[in-house]
Nanobody
Framework: QVELTESGGGSVQAGGSLRLSCTAS????????MGWFRQGPEKEREAVAF????????YYVDFAKGRFTISLDNAAKTLYLQMYDLKSEDTAMYYC??????????????????????WGQGTQVTVSS
């Protein structure tokens, strides 16, 4: 059972930056698809970015391209989401998630279609204009 713990959320003014962290423990699979998701007020949860741990290849949804960067520090077992030029519409609870991959070779685009079974508790990001 993978355990995920997010941190780094907070309040920031529009145009500012934040870096979210997600520390993982209890790995059981060779590699993982890992992702950041968010859910804004009265909105459905949406994907933000994905990373495949075997290659560290990344995949972003359209709104995240150019402003958000997902990365993984294997030694620290920590997934990051660096966010730049934040906008009020980025206000949301941000969650990291993971799903095991029984392989060492995997296309990161496939991570966007997986059902994620390990979730963190979330960290709130509030952007004021």
């Amino acid at each position: 059972q993978v355990e995920l713990t997010e941190s780094g959320g907070g309040s920031v003014q529009a145009g500012g930056s934040l870096r979210l962290s997600c520390t993982a423990s209890n790995y059981a699979h060779p590699t993982y698809c890992m992702g950041w998701f968010r859910q804004g007020p009265e909105k459905e949860r949406e994907a933000v970015a994905f990373l495949y741990s075997g290659s560290k290849d990344t995949y972003y949804v359209d709104f995240a391209k150019g402003r958000f960067t997902i990365s993984l520090d294997n030694a620290a077992k920590t997934l990051y989401l660096q966010m730049y030029d934040l906008k009020s519409e980025d206000t949301a609870m941000y969650y990291c998630a993971a799903v095991g991959v029984w392989s060492y070779i995997y296309k990161v685009v496939n991570c966007s279609a997986r059902a994620y079974n390990f979730w963190g508790q979330g960290t709130q990001v509030t952007v004021s204009s």
